[in-house]
């Protein structure tokens, strides 16, 4: 089973990349399932239920999401009714929306999917660990493939989400910062991990932002609006290889590919990964 998960959807120069990149993708890798962070993809900051529609027509069976999950008030009504876009699961009981799934691969296999919010420098949030074991258990009475977004800030606690869920979960990966980290690899009992997806959408900017209005904040501390970035994007994301009979992870192989060379993918000329 192989699994395409993109890392964070900023704005609509991540909408773009991603419409040309996935299908694509999933038609020369042929891909089982597709998972997509969506927190941003609506201008930056949050996502609208019509926003994540369009998204769901480029192939991403399931959304995750992160801290900027409300920003958008509409998917207060739209997320209820829409179980494949999550939320963190360890929001508070009684927040809209649920923190996972158990979908269907294309073939029609069982995976499950968990979103989780880590707390070192985030808004404070219930336990991940302890969610992640109740979930996890949850979800493998249904599914033996579990793919975990872990959205958090410090790294220690992303690496230490890994091996708390090795031989439980099919893959860990996290998101947040928008910067792709280089470090995946397979854990001894078979959980796939990765730091840091990155981000698909406009990388000449500061995570996404336009320059100018992130520098001002370093160069003289004064409130300042945030708008996305322009100019064509970079797909950051990664393809898990799992085995559906045991859920261990088999392969993790990073994605960062420039705007030429999604067009390049989806003209049908195999990308350089």
Not at 67 to 88: A, C, F, G, S, T
Not at 109 to 136: C, K, Q, T, Y
Request: aromatic share 6%; charged share 20%; with cysteine.
């Amino acid at each position: 089973m192989q699994i395409l998960f993109v890392g964070d959807i900023f704005g609509k120069p991540g909408r773009e990349i991603a419409r040309r990149a996935i299908p694509a993708l999933i038609e020369q890798r042929g891909l089982d399932f597709v998972i997509a962070n969506v927190e941003n993809s609506a201008a930056g900051f949050g996502v609208t239920g019509d926003i994540a529609d369009t998204i769901f027509t480029y192939g991403v069976d399931v959304m995750t999401t992160g801290n900027h999950v409300w920003d958008k008030k509409e998917v207060l009504d739209y997320m209820p009714r829409e179980p494949r876009l999550l939320r963190p699961a360890n929001f508070p009981a009684g927040v809209p929306g649920r923190g996972s799934i158990v979908a269907r691969t294309r073939s029609g296999e069982p995976i499950g999917v968990l979103n989780l919010m880590g707390r070192i420098f985030m808004p404070p949030l219930d336990d991940p660990f302890a969610i992640a074991l109740r979930e996890v258990e949850a979800l493998r009475a249904k599914a033996r493939v579990i793919f975990v977004d872990f959205h958090a800030e410090a790294t220690s606690e992303k690496i230490a989400m890994g091996w708390h869920l090795d031989g439980r979960a099919t893959a860990v990966v996290g998101t947040h910062t928008h910067v792709q980290t280089a470090d995946e690899r397979i854990l001894p009992k078979g959980t796939a991990c990765l730091t840091d997806a990155g981000m698909t959408g406009p990388h000449d900017s500061i995570i996404g932002v336009t320059i100018e209005a992130a520098m001002g904040r370093f160069l003289n501390g004064m409130p300042t609006k945030f708008e996305s970035a322009t100019g064509p994007g970079r797909l950051n994301a990664v393809i898990v290889t799992a085995d559906p009979k045991t859920g261990r992870a088999t392969s993790i192989e990073r994605l960062n590919l420039s705007a030429q060379e999604v067009e390049a993918l989806a003209a049908g000329t195999p990308a350089r990964m």
